[in-house]
């Protein structure tokens, strides 16, 4: 077995709500979540919405902290590919400018360095460089898709989670942006935690799967025993909803 990039033991997260005349309540989010990534891998997590896939990967990344257990982090902090780029792209600004901003703001190189691995990046992603001046709204929704991979990318992670980065996006391009994914994992020895409600896209893509539910992990394992032998209610009847 690789070396783990991330470990998650007992994590139970809540959240405050605001009920009638301001009452307060603490909802639990998540329910004893415990699991390991390993280096190279890409660990699926599949679940209806509302389920806590997404206070998860909050927790991982720091923004939501109100929560018991341990996150080990191996390696830097994991970098985000969103469900859509579009929103956190900068309308007004070039692509270079917008896969820069995380060099400027990290403030270690040069602007012809910074250059340099801008146009690295835009090629590796599967744009080249004749993107670079080009405004998010002058790109196709998959081309937006590949800016916000190079965004997470241009500081050279080992880490990525990738919430729902496929699910805004036709079949067509959802299979070119999940090749792209699989490439750049070789290149440069990236490990995933990709996130999905879809189980087509998970099976496709994860060396291993787990299955949430209701803020608990009920069912995990690699991806053809979850899905031609699932042990729990919950995971038979998430399964042979997708195959209607």
Known sequence: MSEPVLEVKNLSAHY??????????????????????????ILGLVGES??????????????????????????????????????????????EWIVEEP??????????????RVMDMLRRVGLGEQFADRKPRELSGGQRQRVGIAVALIQRPRF?????????????????????LLELREELDLSYLFISHDLNVIRQISDRVMVMNEGKIVEQGKPEEVFSSPKTDYAKKLISASLI
Do not use: W
Not at 17 to 33: E, I
Not at 61 to 66: A, E, I, K, N, S
Not at 69 to 78: D, Y
Not at 160 to 170: F, G, M, N, Q
């Open 16 to 41: 405050i709500t605001h009920g009638f005349l301001g009452k307060q309540t603490r909802k639990q989010v998540l329910d004893d979540v415990s699991f390991t990534v390993y280096q190279g891998e």
């Open 50 to 95: 509302g389920c806590g896939k997404s206070t998860l990967s909050k927790a991982i990344l720091g923004l939501h902290t109100d929560y018991e257990g341990e996150i080990i982090h191996h390696t830097e902090r994991p970098q985000m590919v969103f469900q859509d780029p579009f929103g956190s792209l900068n309308p007004a600004k070039t692509i």
């Open 103 to 116: 060099l400027r703001a990290y403030g270690k190189y040069g602007k012809a360095e910074r250059h340099e």
């Open 160 to 180: 990525i989670i990738a919430d729902e980065p496929v699910s805004a996006l036709d079949v067509t391009i959802q299979a070119q942006i999940l090749e792209l």
